[in-house]
């Protein structure tokens, strides 16, 4: 049997001034083929203006049981928000 | 998506702790997400791995009966028309495909399940495509009862799962359109186009209500599958609201319904139908369907056709590779 093709992540920019955004993946033998089964694939109705292709075993990802630790400090530290501090209604512009 | 990791941890998950399964239930019944890298109980994963992909392998079969008449469409519109649906079909395949992947099977596993028979897919296209009105049946009911079971997949629990099914559904509905336009250009036709319709519908409304899979009490997997909210209604649920909704579609082409128990219920607002041959399809899904064989030679023939040209491009990467190294 033929050797499997490795898997590669799609990312698409729907239209200039926005960033690229994961849609799916493709399996392809180089990065052109890639490029162009990730546009076969996913770029069918015009869904965007660019395409980024990255080998997913290039992808590094955080592990879903660290969430807490990783993400939760944030969650007391309201004060990196503006509505935290009051600033009476008759200063204007700030 | 991460593939290679999750194949790592596969056979890992034997005993379950009591503690993960539950925090897992109580996120599921919250109505969260679960993503590829979560933990996820065993035969959560295995039903995934066999509903997804069967679902990829269905779209894959189900550009055959089409494809063989993009050549023979009646016009450069329905030629047009007709391909990028075809196309659209293999894309949805890939879509499928690769959200399975994230589970930790291999794209190269599954094909060798189809290929081998091991793996099922929707009995609908064990059936012939025998006149072009075929095509218009094709569209109008089966993608109709295709959409029917995917609208509720949008929300099914598993992330890459529900994300495919978004991209379906918005290609899906001009499917459906496209096959109804064609009735109604033949039921608008000469006698002959007329009765070409309705000899199609004839043929597609039974199997194509057997779609929705074996009633309700005698459906196997849909408990379970309905707790994890993998599935969201019921097989009988979606069968009833697709008669509902195609009953009065056939109606305003002209087209009369092949069912003489069929009869609308004023309270109720539904209609009840007569009872469906579940030998027939018990027999279709055993792999006894009119042309079951014929497709399987035709997957198999396509992919041992297209073996040079991968073997090519993985050549052409190989050597590629090599001189960048150089």
């Given amino acids: 049997m033929s050797q499997q093709w490795p898997l590669w992540e799609v990312f698409i920019r729907t239209k200039g001034g926005l960033s690229h955004r994961h849609v799916g993946s493709v399996h392809a033998a180089d990065p052109d083929m890639a490029i162009r089964h990730a546009r076969d694939t996913y770029t069918r109705r015009m869904e965007g203006v660019s395409l980024w292709v990255v080998p997913s075993a290039a992808i590094t990802a955080s592990d879903p049981a660290q969430a807490g630790p990783l993400f939760e400090p944030a969650a007391d530290k309201v004060y990196r928000h503006p509505t935290f501090y009051t600033v009476p209604d008759h200063i204007k512009h700030i | 998506m991460y ?147 995917q609208v509720p ?47 199609a519908l004839n043929r597609w409304w039974w199997p194509s209500l057997m779609m929705f899979g074996p009633p309700d009490d005698n459906s196997p997997n849909s408990a379970q599958s309905m707790r994890w909210r993998i599935k969201r209604d019921t097989n009988d649920q979606l069968r009833q609201k697709f008669v509902d909704v195609t009953v009065p579609q056939a109606e305003a082409i002209g087209l009369s319904v092949p069912d003489p128990d069929l009869k609308w219920h004023e309270d109720t607002g539904h209609y009840t139908f007569g009872a469906i041959d579940w030998e027939e399809f018990y027999a279709v899904v055993r792999g006894e369907g009119p042309v079951a064989r014929e497709r399987m030679q035709a997957r198999r023939k396509a992919w041992d056709d297209g073996a040079w040209v991968r073997d090519a491009a993985t050549a052409h990467a190989e050597k590629r590779s090599r001189r960048q190294a150089a």
Avoid at chain 2, 15 to 26: G, I, N, S
Avoid at chain 2, 40 to 55: E, F, G, I, N
Avoid at chain 2, 78 to 88: P, T
Avoid at chain 2, 160 to 186: D, N, T, W
């Fill in chain 2, 153 to 199: 997949l949008q929300r099914t629990s598993y992330g890459p799962y529900a994300r495919a099914m978004v991209r379906i559904c918005k290609e899906e509905s001009f499917h459906q359109r496209q096959g109804y336009e064609i009735m109604m250009a033949l039921a608008v036709g000469t006698p002959e186009q007329k009765r070409m319709a309705q000899d």
């Fill in chain 2, 3 to 149: 593939t290679t990791e999750l194949q790592k941890q596969a056979g890992v998950t034997t005993a379950e702790p009591a503690e993960l399964l539950a925090a897992f239930e109580a996120r599921v019944a919250a109505d969260e997400f679960i993503e590829p890298k979560d933990w996820m109980p065993d035969a959560y994963r295995r039903t995934l791995v066999r509903q997804m992909s069967q679902h990829a392998h269905s779209e894959v079969v189900g550009m055959l009966p089409e494809g063989n008449w993009i050549t023979r469409a009646p016009s450069l519109r329905r030629k047009a028309v007709l391909l990028a649906k075809v196309q659209d079909e293999g894309g949805h395949a890939l879509y499928l495909y690769s959200a399975t992947e994230t589970l930790g099977t291999s794209r190269e596993e599954m094909i060798d399940a189809l290929h081998s028979g091991r793996a099922k897919y929707s009995t609908i296209f064990n059936y012939p495509t025998l006149t072009w009105a075929d095509i218009g049946a094709i569209g109008w009911l089966v993608d109709g009862a295709a959409i029917m079971n």
